[in-house]
Structures are given as structure tokens and as C-alpha cells.
């Protein structure tokens, strides 16, 4: 029996202000390399979506019963990624070499400062039992969201 999720983990991230919840909308991120270039996913060594693309992230987003983006209030909406909820999500390949890259959060109105932040092997998602039973089972826990506070542009 094949897990939905083989192959493939998440990298999701709760990016917030200071003292609030609500994460912060039109945000870009993207993984970035030691010297702040962005990660091409040159023939989809990085992650099964957007090949020969630079590694950016998106908002979780909402479907309906038949799988389809809503845009509209639904009562029977769930969440696309539904290990997330209102969080930024990037899907990578279980082979994801995290600790070799970082992310860079740029907010195009200028609000708050860029930021980077380095990723690590424990903040991949991973969903199928197979490949939760290879993981660490000492330190961070894993599947939960990468916590960042932005800081306000002076």
C-alpha cells in the first residue's frame, strides 16, 4: 500500500509579526543558497513541481469536495495541504537536502525587513510511516510549522 505523500514532504511556515497570529499575505520566499541565490529545480532534483524553476513558496489554499481551488465561502472547504492551515507551503522531494539551503522572506511593500532563515532536515514534513519510522527520534519534532517574526521596517 503506497502513502499519498511518497516521494514527497512539505516545508511550511508560520510567518507572523510580533505578538500576532495571522500570517502575513503577498509575501515572497524562497529557498536561497549560501551566497542568497536563488535554488533552481534544475529537472525536478528538488521537488516534483515547477522544474527548471527557482524554489518558491505559496499560501495553503482551500478546495472543495471535488478537489478544486475556492475562492468563496464553503462549509464543506478543507485545506489543500490539510497538515496546515493559513501557512506558506513548499512541496520538496523526501530527498530535499534542507540543511544546505536557507529561506529568504522578502515582503515587496517594503513593511518589514528581509530575512533569512536557515532550514534543517527536521522541518520537512514527513507523512508516510515508512519514512517517519527513518526519522530522528531525538530533538526537534518534526511536522510542525517553521516559526518566523517578521521585523518592521524602521
Known amino acids: ?14 510567518v507572523h509579526e ?15 543558497d549560501s551566497t542568497g541565490n536563488d535554488v ?4 525536478n532534483v528538488y521537488s516534483w513541481n515547477n522544474s527548471n524553476q527557482p524554489l518558491q513558496f505559496s499560501l ?10 475556492i475562492t468563496a465561502e464553503n462549509l464543506k472547504a478543507r485545506w489543500f ?14 530527498t530535499f537536502p534542507a540543511d544546505d539551503f536557507r529561506l529568504k522572506i522578502e515582503d515587496p511593500n517594503k513593511k518589514f525587513k ?10 520537512m514534513y514527513v507523512l508516510c510511516a515508512s519514512q517517519s519510522e527513518k526519522a530522528v527520534q531525538f530533538g526537534k519534532k518534526q ?12
Open 81 to 94: 495541504f490539510p497538515y496546515a492551515k493559513d501557512n506558506y507551503l513548499l512541496s520538496v522531494a523526501n
Open 1 to 14: 500500500m503506497h502513502c499519498g505523500y511518497d516521494f514527497t514532504s512539505y516545508l511550511v511556515l508560520d
Open 114 to 123: 528581509t530575512q533569512f532563515v536557515q532550514l534543517y532536515a527536521f522541518n
Open 40 to 43: 533552481i529545480n534544475i529537472n
Open 143 to 154: 511536522n510542525r510549522p517553521i516559526d518566523i517574526v517578521l521585523e518592521k521596517n524602521k
Open 60 to 69: 495553503n489554499y482551500q478546495i472543495d469536495e471535488k478537489g478544486d481551488k
Open 18 to 32: 510580533d505578538g500576532k497570529k495571522e500570517n502575513v499575505k503577498g509575501l515572497k520566499i524562497t529557498v536561497v
